[in-house]
């Protein structure tokens, strides 16, 4: 199977999450894609549900499909959120926000019961840190928050290359208006010390680091899908 095959796999799998009636937090990516689209065909077979998107772009997907959508203004509190990942380990931690959108997809995760994750097999990783994990931040004194995020990698005695992430020769926007510095690590040992440090910042809206909030993981493999459960 091809990662895409084994990102379908996990996708529909997680369709034994949804009950009807319920209330859905839709992620952002190539693999919450597949999830978007298994989802719209089960409510074209009579499935009832409600859902947020965590960005434009599945947003329209979704509303294109047919979804039936919503905002947490209406829906403070979901039922599940399903989503992919950049990487998860084996203490259900995620490195997200590859395509942009962490700050939202968090938002999302947290108002909801559970948050479950499908992936491919080649996003399990004994350490998280290989992927370079996404810093939001506000757009004005980029450079400042920069060098504050280093002392951050500093004091966790790692060393980062931070990268303000570009699109068209730009900076990239996110849906909230803000930039995003990417940071090249390596290997985190210690993330749920890094998440408290770098969300003391001034400047720093959020991070990829989601830590005690996945429940559930789903990750396509050649001999079918595996479930991880937390506790």
């Not at 799998?13 to 839709?26: D, F, I, M, Q, T």
Request: glycine share 10%.
């Amino acid at each position: 199977m091809t990662a895409e095959d084994q990102k379908k796999a996990a996708a529909i799998a997680a369709l034994e999450y949804v009950h009807p009636g319920a209330r859905v937090g839709l992620g952002t990516g190539s693999t919450a894609n597949h999830f978007i689209t298994a989802l719209a065909e089960k409510v074209k077979g009579g499935l009832d549900v409600e859902c947020v998107a965590t960005s434009r772009a599945s947003f329209q997907l979704a509303s294109r499909l047919g979804l039936k959508m919503t905002t947490l203004e209406k829906q403070p509190h979901l039922d599940v959120t399903v989503d992919g990942a950049d990487e998860f380990d084996a203490n259900f931690q995620l490195i997200k926000g590859g395509g942009g959108a962490l700050l939202v997809e968090k938002i999302v995760a947290t108002s909801s019961r559970y948050m479950v994750v499908i992936a491919d097999q080649s996003k399990k990783v004994e350490t998280l840190g290989k992927f370079p994990l996404p810093v939001e931040v506000v757009p004005f004194g980029v450079n400042a928050t920069g060098w504050k995020i280093d002392r951050a990698l500093r004091i966790c005695d790692l060393q980062g290359k931070l990268k303000l992430r570009l699109k068209d020769g730009k900076p990239f926007v996110t849906d909230s208006g803000n930039a995003i510095i990417d940071v090249s690590i390596g290997a985190i040992p210690d993330p749920r010390r890094l998440d408290n440090l770098l969300k003391s910042i001034p400047g720093v809206i959020d991070h990829g680091l989601f830590i005690d909030i996945c429940g559930v993981v789903l990750m396509g493999t050649d001999d079918g899908v595996q479930t991880f459960r937390k506790g």
